[in-house]
């Protein structure tokens, strides 16, 4: 049973440009949460979405920032027109469930802006 | 709003050794507790977890933790450590909605 895939792993953009992050939860999990590390922080949550809806935002960055997740394929997070301070790790994680469920993350795609 | 507090940022001790790590939080109610940890190079994987029942959690490789509810506490120990316990460890807590709150991880160092 594979694990939460997430790519690309390492991704480098200029400022001004968008960049697109993508995460395939693990089979048969169906809630999805993304989560951004900054040096010397913790995770810091920033949105949970189940298939086709957006159940938290309130981590999220008012602008720039948007996330989904299809009927079909692997969620998004979406960021554009990136500044440096968008530069950290992006951790996703799934879930089968909301609640009492463990959350199993993905290798993160570490986004440096140049 | 929640809120975890993990002690120490940097823990360095010797193979053999006895480990507490310490993590406290900020909420009222009932929460669920976790600690993950990270290997080098490698994503988070979930160390334990409490829900409820004893609060003596016992997790994999060795570690355990131990809720207590009047301290808002849920403090990581491991008896005797080895150097591949070296890696980055995060408490978090979710009040049962599923939203993770993660204190700012402790770097763990073991030498040999």
């Known amino acids: 049973n594979a694990g939460v895939m997430q790519n690309p792993r390492h991704l480098v953009r200029r400022r001004g440009q968008e960049a697109r992050l993508r995460c395939s939860p693990m089979?048969?999990?169906?809630?999805v949460y993304w989560y951004r590390q900054l040096p010397e922080e913790g995770l810091k949550f920033m949105v949970y979405?189940?298939?086709?809806?957006?159940?938290?935002e309130s981590g999220m960055p008012k602008e720039r920032f948007s996330a989904e997740f299809p009927k079909e394929g692997p969620s998004i997070l979406r960021i554009q027109q990136v500044v440096r301070g968008d530069s950290a790790a992006y951790f996703c994680a799934s879930s089968p469930g909301q609640g009492l469920y463990e959350q199993y993350f993905g290798p993160g795609t570490r986004l440096t802006v140049t | 709003a929640q809120s975890v507090s993990q002690h120490n940022h940097h823990v360095i001790l010797s193979e053999a050794a006895s480990l507490e790590l310490g993590c406290n939080y900020s909420y009222g109610g009932t929460v669920n507790l976790f600690w993950y940890v990270q290997y080098p190079g490698q994503h988070l994987q979930l160390l334990l977890k409490?829900?409820?029942?004893?609060?003596l959690v016992k997790g994999i490789k060795g570690f355990e933790a131990e809720f207590i509810k009047s301290k808002f506490s849920f403090n990581l120990r491991k008896p005797s450590v080895q150097w591949s316990d070296t890696a980055e460890y995060f408490c978090?807590?979710?009040?049962?909605?599923?939203?993770?709150?993660f204190g700012k991880g402790t770097m763990l160092l073991v030498s040999p």
């Open positions: 409490y829900f409820s029942g004893d609060p």
């Open positions: 978090a807590v979710n009040s049962g909605y599923s939203t993770l709150t």
């Open positions: 089979k048969g999990h169906s809630h």
């Open positions: 979405l189940q298939k086709e809806n957006i159940i938290d």
